[in-house]
């Protein structure tokens, strides 16, 4: 298909980062990323769907080389709409990650799409719940090891 | 005391509200039907927004606390109600489920919904044209790895809730660009 990510497990792949982060869930327990309480799993998935199907589609690679010129002004549309539901989202569950005090796979989500963000000039200024959580996530040991500088394929020039 | 029913608020034509249907009817759970007119703009009203502040179908009540995105709701109703379970056991069969439900969820339908389709404009019906088939074209061939009778093995799942609305979504499409071509007005939603 084309896309990235993609895990190879079992020899088998698996793609849509989505469907892969409940695979790890369910495979590796250790550090769980959903509560155990039915409302706040719903809660944490609702999160990653509002990024995952509510605005990172609308602003990947190949949608923006088909919107073409205005590709910059279609992200920054979409990513700023986006954001105003999710702090809405947030307002009600938050603690000190998106939903109460532990990281979930709704921070997982969250971390990437402000990268995101921040390439497309959103002000961020106007998301103070988003902004608190991705900056108490930023210390956190996992989310700089994914960091894209933190990556073997980031160029010089971006680490 | 009883538990009040779940309280649905829907519209006919959406695929998303479509989706949490088919497991509602499929785990037998009863429930409230609140339609939200989408091309009347039901779900930007003051009314609704108390309700969702987002605007958009479906959301679900339950317990008091209002649940939204369909694949969020449908995970909770699978969870909740493990009654005709809609997911495998087996942890790799669970996630091509899922895989098919974002492959749908994320890849598909939200570059046709209503307000992108709004925000393009005239090209609007070969755009949501363009998406579906496109993403059509990736589920034929994650299907062919993974189907039996339905789209993972031979019980059904969250995915074919996913797929039937896509399908239906897929027709009209085909059905508005001809009618298009023919110069006659076939509404998008």
Redo the contacts between chains.
Sequence with gaps: ?GQVPALI??D?M???????M??LE??YPQNPLLPKE??L???V??I???I???I???QNLS?LQ?IGDEKMEWGH?YINKGFF?LE??LAGCAGKYSVGDQVTLADCCLVPQVYNANRFKVDMSQFPIISRIHEALNSVEAFKAAQPSNQPDCPEDLK
Excluded: D, F, N, W
């Design positions: 298909m497990v079992e088998k698996l793609t849509q980062s989505i469907s892969i409940e695979y369910e495979t039915p409302l799993r719903a809660k998935r609702e990653c769907e509002v995952g199907s509510g990172q589609p609308l949608v088909k549309y539901a809405q989202l």
